[in-house]
């Protein structure tokens, strides 16, 4: 409650137009408590529930050492197998010299990474699940070898087909920030390859790797559809996966709040140190041009590298692959009267969640807009971690603290679904507020003094800012909406028995060995995902070329 007073106050000091009784600046700190809401209260309920508090008795039992080191190990593997694999193809991706096809490989990196879970887990099964396309041959390799995906060869697989295309892109991003100088002072110098990497590109990439390895850590740490999914019994159970049978299973509510606070103490330990690393910009597609190589360029190299990224494009794709057969369930009946529902639950949820994100993330922005324009920096950085405060918290551990909160109060199997669209759209408020800061900064730095002298008012102000902000909206928007079509997470906890959404559906036929329904509802959901993905950035690119765009060295 402090933190509202203080916030409340420091809106005191920006005078805007009336709206009714309030201010429009007024409103926009208004939203501040708001988003604050949802935490305090989840916190509010991981205290206690009708005398019933956490078992602290249960951190010195053998189950939960066992969970705390099993979560622990598959997330220092996953980490550091993601950042190592990732360091080659990133280096040779930004040898290569073919800007065409960096874009598409980075495009697909991103997708990768931003895909729904359950599509990656499902094609996975599919692959090298029991019946699968390469677990012939895998076996045929080693005699009496019987590969089983499940338990943690299937969850490392899964974390590595996610974060590792996030890893390439970082390690690509920072390596291409190298100054041409570098590179032409090296060629001067005459060092040989392993000199350049030495002194060049090896700093670089540790500032950079180690910022990933713990972000990737702290992701997963909190995996939960993976481990759902592949963990195959309680030998491969992670503190969020225990989170959830602990209330859900057994409704041992004394456990899930031991095992809660567990999660939220160790993971947002985790985060706020690797943080302070430094935020890794994943979102970005820009790929800067380099006029100097890295490397001298010869038709053979160029060739091996190319034929290496292909060989590691196909290699990611492989799980998507292998969902393609199930196509042929389009044409019947019974899958689209299993699918269509839970599809529209889905793109109906992403929708509402992406467009209560957005405005959530807009008006979080205002405040800051004001206080930077008045050179406060010490509130701006105080406004920001309100803002994407929710990076802290794993969204099981809100929703648990949501759950025990709400359970006497409110009937969920009834208003469950409402719950799932406010959680979704206050967890996904920090991407949106990451994708549009940048670009608002850029329009006050640029715009605000001439909007001043020309008197604009509220309205007319408003139609230059959109016309300069849409392209980042509308990319953030496809960003928020397929994280939000894809949880899995929030629905487990507090979606109702008789509804489902596209991916619970897929966990339920993959949970049951309907492994063909299943895939056709993974590509189902991966069409969805890609569409809205390339649909919504070909309106934005669109947008961005035949708006004004400002000169970039105009001054502040």
């Given at each position: 409650m402090?933190?509202i007073?203080?916030?409340?106050?420091?809106?005191?000091?920006?005078?805007a137009?009336?709206?009714g009784?309030?201010?429009l600046?007024?409103?926009?700190?208004?939203?501040y408590?708001v988003?604050?809401?949802?935490t305090?209260?989840?916190?509010?309920?991981?205290?206690?529930?009708?005398?019933?508090?956490?078992?602290?008795?249960?951190?010195?039992?053998?189950?939960?050492?066992?969970?705390?080191?099993?979560?622990?190990?598959?997330?220092?593997?996953?980490s550091?197998?993601?950042?190592?694999?990732a360091?080659?193809?990133a280096?040779?991706?930004?040898?290569?010299?073919a800007?065409?096809?960096?874009?598409?490989?980075?495009?697909?990196?991103l997708?990768?990474?931003?895909?729904?879970?359950l599509?990656?887990?499902?094609?996975?099964?599919?692959?090298l699940?029991r019946?699968?396309?390469?677990?012939?041959?895998?076996?045929?390799?080693?005699?009496?070898?019987?590969?089983?995906?499940?338990?943690?060869?299937?969850?490392?697989?899964a974390?590595?087909?996610?974060?590792?295309?996030?890893?390439i892109?970082?390690?690509?991003?920072?390596?291409?920030?190298?100054?041409?100088?570098?590179?032409?002072?090296?060629?001067?110098?005459?060092?040989?390859?392993?000199?350049?990497?030495?002194?060049?590109?090896?700093?670089v990439?540790?500032?950079a790797?180690?910022?990933?390895?713990?972000?990737?850590f702290?992701?997963?740490f909190?995996s939960?559809?993976?481990?759902?999914?592949?963990g195959?019994?309680?030998?491969?159970?992670?503190?969020?996966?225990?989170?959830?049978?602990?209330?859900?299973?057994?409704?041992?509510?004394?456990?899930?709040?031991?095992?809660?606070w567990?999660?939220?103490?160790?993971?947002?330990g985790?985060?706020?140190?690797?943080?302070?690393?430094?935020?890794?910009?994943?979102?970005?597609?820009e790929?800067?041009?380099?006029?100097t190589?890295?490397?001298?360029?010869?038709?053979?190299?160029?060739?091996?590298?190319?034929?290496?990224?292909?060989?590691?494009?196909?290699?990611?794709?492989?799980?998507?692959?292998?969902?393609?057969?199930?196509?042929?369930?389009?044409?019947?009946?019974?899958?689209?009267?299993?699918?269509?529902?839970p599809?529209?639950?889905?793109?109906?949820?992403?929708?509402?969640?992406?467009?209560?994100?957005?405005?959530?993330?807009?008006?979080?922005?205002?405040?800051?807009?004001?206080?930077?324009?008045?050179?406060?920096?010490?509130?701006?950085?105080?406004?920001?971690?309100?803002?994407?405060?929710q990076?802290?918290?794993p969204?099981?551990?809100?929703?648990?603290?949501?759950?025990?909160?709400?359970l006497?109060?409110?009937?969920?199997?009834?208003?469950?679904?409402?719950?799932?669209?406010?959680?979704?759209?206050?967890?996904?408020?920090?991407?949106?507020?990451?994708?549009?800061?940048p670009?608002?900064?850029?329009?006050?730095?640029?715009y605000?003094r001439?909007?001043?002298?020309?008197?604009?008012?509220?309205?007319e102000?408003?139609?230059?800012e959109?016309a300069?902000?849409?392209?980042?909206?509308i990319?953030?928007?496809?960003?928020v909406?397929?994280?939000?079509?894809?949880?899995?997470?929030?629905?487990?906890?507090?979606?109702?028995?008789?509804?489902?959404?596209?991916?619970?559906?897929?966990?339920?036929?993959?949970?049951?060995?309907?492994?063909?329904?299943?895939s056709?509802?993974?590509?189902?959901?991966?069409?969805?995902?890609?569409?809205?993905?390339?649909?919504?950035?070909?309106?934005?690119n669109?947008?961005?070329i035949s708006?004004?765009?400002?000169?970039?060295?105009?001054?502040?």
């Amino acid at each position: 409650m402090a933190v509202i007073c203080s916030i409340m106050t420091l809106g005191k000091t920006s005078p805007a137009k009336k709206i009714g009784l309030f201010s429009l600046s007024q409103l926009c700190w208004l939203s501040y408590p708001v988003t604050l809401l949802v935490t305090l209260l989840a916190f509010y309920g991981l205290m206690s529930f009708e005398g019933d508090s956490a078992d602290w008795q249960l951190l010195t039992d053998s189950y939960f050492l066992g969970v705390l080191g099993f979560t622990l190990k598959q997330s220092t593997i996953s980490s550091f197998a993601s950042v190592l694999f990732a360091i080659p193809i990133a280096r040779a991706l930004n040898q290569l010299n073919a800007q065409r096809f960096k874009n598409i490989f980075l495009g697909l990196c991103l997708l990768c990474f931003v895909i729904p879970t359950l599509v990656v887990v499902t094609g996975l099964v599919a692959l090298l699940g029991r019946s699968g396309w390469l677990t012939p041959y895998i076996e045929s390799l080693v005699e009496d070898y019987s590969w089983n995906l499940y338990g943690l060869n299937g969850i490392l697989l899964a974390h590595l087909f996610m974060n590792m295309p996030f890893a390439i892109r970082i390690i690509h991003q920072q390596l291409a920030t190298i100054p041409d100088t570098s590179w032409r002072l090296a060629k001067q110098l005459k060092l040989s390859p392993w000199q350049r990497f030495v002194i060049i590109e090896k700093p670089v990439i540790q500032s950079a790797g180690l910022m990933l390895f713990g972000f990737i850590f702290v992701l997963c740490f909190n995996s939960f559809a993976v481990v759902l999914a592949l963990g195959g019994g309680p030998q491969s159970t992670t503190l969020e996966v225990a989170v959830y049978q602990a209330l859900k299973y057994d409704f041992n509510i004394s456990e899930a709040l031991t095992l809660a606070w567990s999660q939220l103490l160790i993971a947002g330990g985790l985060y706020a140190c690797f943080s302070a690393m430094g935020t890794p910009v994943w979102q970005s597609h820009e790929v800067i041009n380099q006029t100097t190589r890295p490397y001298p360029l010869t038709s053979q190299g160029s060739r091996l590298r190319l034929l290496a990224l292909c060989g590691m494009g196909i290699l990611l794709l492989l799980p998507y692959v292998a969902l393609l057969p199930s196509i042929s369930l389009f044409f019947t009946a019974d899958i689209w009267r299993l699918v269509m529902q839970p599809l529209l639950l889905s793109i109906g949820l992403g929708m509402t969640s992406a467009s209560i994100s957005l405005v959530m993330a807009y008006t979080l922005l205002q405040p800051i807009r004001s206080q930077l324009k008045q050179k406060r920096s010490m509130r701006v950085k105080l406004l920001e971690q309100v803002a994407t405060h929710q990076l802290f918290a794993p969204a099981m551990v809100i929703s648990v603290g949501l759950f025990v909160f709400l359970l006497p109060r409110v009937d969920l199997d009834r208003w469950g679904i409402i719950v799932v669209i406010l959680l979704n759209s206050a967890v996904l408020v920090p991407f949106a507020f990451q994708k549009l800061k940048p670009r608002l900064i850029q329009f006050d730095q640029q715009y605000d003094r001439l909007c001043l002298s020309l008197k604009l008012n509220t309205w007319e102000r408003w139609k230059i800012e959109w016309a300069f902000i849409r392209p980042s909206f509308i990319s953030a928007a496809s960003l928020v909406f397929v994280l939000a079509a894809g949880d899995v997470a929030i629905f487990a906890i507090f979606g109702p028995s008789d509804w489902s959404t596209l991916p619970w559906l897929i966990y339920s036929l993959a949970g049951t060995y309907r492994i063909p329904e299943a895939s056709a509802a993974s590509l189902l959901l991966l069409l969805v995902c890609a569409g809205a993905l390339w649909l919504l950035q070909l309106v934005a690119n669109r947008t961005a070329i035949s708006s004004v765009e400002p000169s970039t060295d105009a001054e502040p």
